[in-house]
């Protein structure tokens, strides 16, 4: 082997175990959210750069919105994978505020073209409306356990 393709065949092992660490350090941390609020709904935003709506999955689960982004990596004709940077299994999770009260089942999940996951779920003004009627010593109304939202693109 000559110096040159040692050289090169090194090289290429450095990036693709520098790629791979990338990736994997991807799929440990959390994807970075966004938690909006007005006065009829809440709004969770992720970026999911490359992600098509059947790669994604959301859910609801005691106050606490989690996403699941399985991405595949399209291999290009005529190009050589040199540095695997992209992680190809995210998660992502945010919660909402200890006094939220949704209705998960109305809400909806966009994926919009440039890879932005935007979830919008509902307060849930019948809720609302059943606890200021009860006194304040009654429990409060409480929320389904899990819901998963489909997502639309």
Known sequence: MSPSNLRKSIGNALYRQVGRANGRVQ??????????????????????????????QVR?????????????????DGYEMRFPGRGMELDGEAELPNDAVVD???????LTETGTLRI????????ETEESEHDAD???????EADEIAVDD
């Open 138 to 144: 009654s429990e409060p109304a409480s929320t389904p």
């Open 27 to 56: 799929q440990h941390r959390s994807l970075p959210v966004d938690v909006l609020e007005n006065e009829t709904s809440y709004q969770v935003v992720f970026d999911a750069p490359g992600a098509e709506p059947d790669d994604v």
């Open 104 to 110: 998960p089942d109305a809400g909806e999940a966009t």
């Open 120 to 127: 919008d779920i509902p307060k849930d003004s019948s809720i």
């Open 60 to 76: 609801y689960l005691e106050g606490n919105v989690k996403i699941r982004i399985e991405r595949f990596r399209q291999f290009r």
